[in-house]
Structure formats: structure tokens, C-alpha cells
């Protein structure tokens, strides 16, 4: 059935410092990957997504990568800051607007 | 976002016991979801709606039942709780019609405790 693989499940950086997240799906006809940010005691929200016909987006600091080929993509946060402690999950969908598959979670803490 | 709102936010309640979980949204959104959240296993799909008239099940929906009593309300039953139901339950909504229709705005979460 469908999955989502994502490595590591924890994640220690020096503030300052570059985070990679990475994420594997199962269902070749995936075609939208959405990374979701859940601080601590709060709901999950969404800080970036990229769909299948795009390689690669920006948005400040944050970016995601995809290779379609080798059904992997990744999470790039650079400069990072405490603030961004969290746990970050990675999701896969194969419709528009349809069910999303999660990933595990990976849990950032970013050090003073 | 206080556009989705669950009720209750904590319940403790024993083995067998009945539980309904609420969740409702004033976001015109027509797509409804229920999660759980487990440490180390992420979110994992319980039911999903996309309509009044659509039910669906997801990864996980033993033991669970929904009811989508409207397009801004879907709740979640559990039939007769078991300790390992013990989680964080969270409702999602997305909205086919709107200029982000993949993107699911989550509840802020009902802990529920099965002892």
C-alpha cells in the first residue's frame, strides 16, 4: 500500500546551521508533497509544498527538492534559529485535495 | 486557526466505554479528515470525507466510526474504547473548491486517554 518513509526521527543543529529532512514514497503516482511544521502542544501547519511537475522550491529559508525518479524528497532549512524546533512531517497525495499518507516525523532542536 | 475547533480538547475515560469526538469548521471547506498521532508514527488517516454523502476509510479505521452530520461537522466514535486508543486525535479540513485545495487545516487536537 501506500507510504511514506522519512529519516531521521531526530535532529540535533547548532543554531545558525543548515537541517536536511528527507522523505520516501511508495505510490508512483503521487504528485504532491506538502511538509507540515507541529511546535510543541500545537496543531500541525503547513510551511512549503511542491508538486510533481517541479524539482525544486524556495520560500525564505525553507526549501524542498524532489526527484520524481528516485520517489525521494527532501526538507532544506538554512540559517536555522530555535524557533524552528519542531517536529516536521513530510506527505504524499496522488489527487488533488485527496487523503495525504504522513511520514513518521522528524523532531528538530536547534541549540542556542 | 480557531476556524476549526474539536470537542472536547482532554477526556480520560475507561475500557469500554462509548466516546464521540466533535470537530467543526467554519471554513466552507467540504473535505473533512481524522487523524492520530502517536509518538514515532506520525499522523495515520482514520476516515476521510468529502462530502456530506462520502465516507471513506483510511489507514487505521477499526475500532472507529464516523458521522458527517453536515458539511461543517464530522465526528469520530469510538464503539467501545481500548487502552491502545490512548492519542492525539486531530480533524483536518480542505476545501476542493478554494485556491489551495490540497491544503488541510488542522483542529487543535483532542488528547484522549483510554485507561
Known amino acids: 500500500g501506500e507510504n511514506v518513509e522519512q529519516h531521521p526521527s531526530t535532529l540535533s543543529v547548532q543554531e545558525g546551521d543548515s537541517a536536511v529532512i528527507k522523505c520516501t514514497y511508495s505510490?508512483?503516482?503521487?504528485?504532491?508533497f506538502p511538509w507540515y511544521k507541529q511546535e510543541l502542544g500545537k496543531r500541525p501547519q503547513l510551511i512549503i509544498d511542491i508538486r510533481s511537475n517541479v524539482g525544486e522550491k524556495k520560500d525564505q529559508r525553507i526549501a524542498v527538492t524532489l526527484n520524481k525518479t528516485a520517489k525521494h524528497f527532501s526538507l532544506h532549512i538554512t540559517e536555522t534559529q530555535p524557533e524552528d524546533s519542531a517536529v516536521y512531517f513530510c506527505?504524499?497525495?496522488?489527487?488533488?485535495?485527496?487523503?495525504?499518507?504522513f511520514g513518521q516525523g522528524t523532531e528538530l532542536s536547534v541549540k542556542p | 486557526d480557531a476556524d476549526v475547533t474539536q470537542t472536547p480538547r482532554n477526556r480520560i475515560t475507561k475500557t469500554g466505554k462509548r466516546i464521540m469526538l466533535e470537530c467543526s469548521q467554519t471554513k466552507g471547506h467540504d473535505r473533512m479528515y481524522w487523524y492520530r498521532q502517536d509518538p514515532g508514527l506520525g499522523l495515520r488517516l482514520i476516515y476521510y470525507?468529502?462530502?456530506?454523502?462520502?465516507?471513506n476509510k483510511g489507514e487505521i479505521s477499526d475500532g472507529y466510526s464516523v458521522s458527517r452530520q453536515a458539511q461543517a461537522k464530522f465526528s469520530l466514535s469510538l464503539e467501545s474504547a481500548i487502552p491502545n486508543q490512548t492519542a492525539l486525535y486531530f480533524c483536518?479540513?480542505?476545501?476542493?473548491?478554494?485556491?489551495?485545495?490540497?491544503?488541510?487545516?488542522f483542529g487543535p487536537g483532542t488528547r484522549l486517554t483510554v485507561l
Open positions: 483536518a479540513t480542505s476545501g476542493a473548491g478554494t485556491g489551495r485545495p490540497d491544503t488541510q487545516y
Open positions: 505510490d508512483s503516482a503521487s504528485n504532491y
Open positions: 470525507s468529502f462530502d456530506v454523502k462520502d465516507i
Open positions: 506527505a504524499a497525495s496522488r489527487n488533488q485535495g485527496g487523503k495525504l499518507i
